[in-house]
């Protein structure tokens, strides 16, 4: 189906483990980003991408690894899990050249550290 | 100061009632707007973008005022389905990033 999915929807995971979200766009938009959200913050910016190989910091990078090897996935990894991690995490996409828009965005994974 | 400031609310508004929300961004170098709505639970959604000059969609009007840095959306005759949190976006010039403010929550009582 045509859109923007992540996974998983859910996640429980114990304190220290790796974790890694998936993020895959089927638009080929140049722009993906990765934003959690935690109640009394809003949306924070961890990780974006311009396009393939080319990745940047957001406002709370600390803690997560991102890649972009093909255009389509921005998977974002938890390198060692901690509980301030629990929060619901949403990737986006855009396309600048298609008019001013804004994002589209996943569903969401909710993740629960333990 | 934060770069969005919405008012949280909640604002509780009765079925039919005209309600509006404002929002303050403290970058004057933005250049483009946003209301998104966001439902418990689910991820947030383009409501519509916002111009210079004012810009309606049904029920829905924004307004920008670059001089006082605000934003406002009003919504007319307000339904049982507009109930959710309402978010402010902006977007600097020669930027792709959004920055979003904290949300404004929205119940409509029947």
């Known amino acids: 189906d045509a859109g923007i999915t992540q996974s998983p929807r859910y996640k429980i995971t114990e304190t220290g483990r790796q974790v890694t979200l998936m993020c895959h766009q089927t638009?080929?938009?140049?722009?993906m980003f990765w934003y959690r959200q935690d109640l009394g913050h809003g949306l924070r910016l961890i990780y974006y991408s311009a396009a393939a190989d080319i990745t940047d910091k957001g406002e709370v990078p600390d803690g997560y690894v991102v890649s972009r090897s093909k255009t389509e996935n921005f998977p974002l990894t938890l390198e060692s899990a901690t509980r301030s991690q629990t929060s619901v995490y949403f990737c986006?996409?855009?396309?600048?050249?298609?008019?001013?828009?804004?994002?589209?965005f996943g569903s969401g994974t909710r993740l629960t550290v333990v | 100061r934060k770069e969005v400031e919405q008012d949280p609310g909640p604002f509780n508004v009765p079925e039919g009632a005209t309600v509006a929300f404002n929002c303050t961004y403290s970058?004057?170098?933005?250049?483009?707007f946003f209301w998104y709505r966001q439902d418990c639970r689910k991820e947030p959604k383009l409501l519509m973008s916002v111009y210079s000059s004012g810009n309606e969609d049904g029920r829905f009007t924004a307004q920008l005022n670059r001089a006082s840095q605000y934003i406002s959306l009003l919504i007319r005759d307000s339904k049982l389905s507009d109930s959710a949190t309402y978010l402010c976006v902006v977007r600097m010039l020669g930027n792709e990033k959004l920055t979003f403010g904290t949300g404004t929550r929205l119940t409509i009582i029947p």
């Open positions: 970058n004057s170098a933005s250049q483009s």
């Open positions: 638009w080929s938009h140049s722009y």
């Open positions: 986006a996409s855009s396309d600048p050249t298609g008019g001013d828009y804004g994002y589209t």
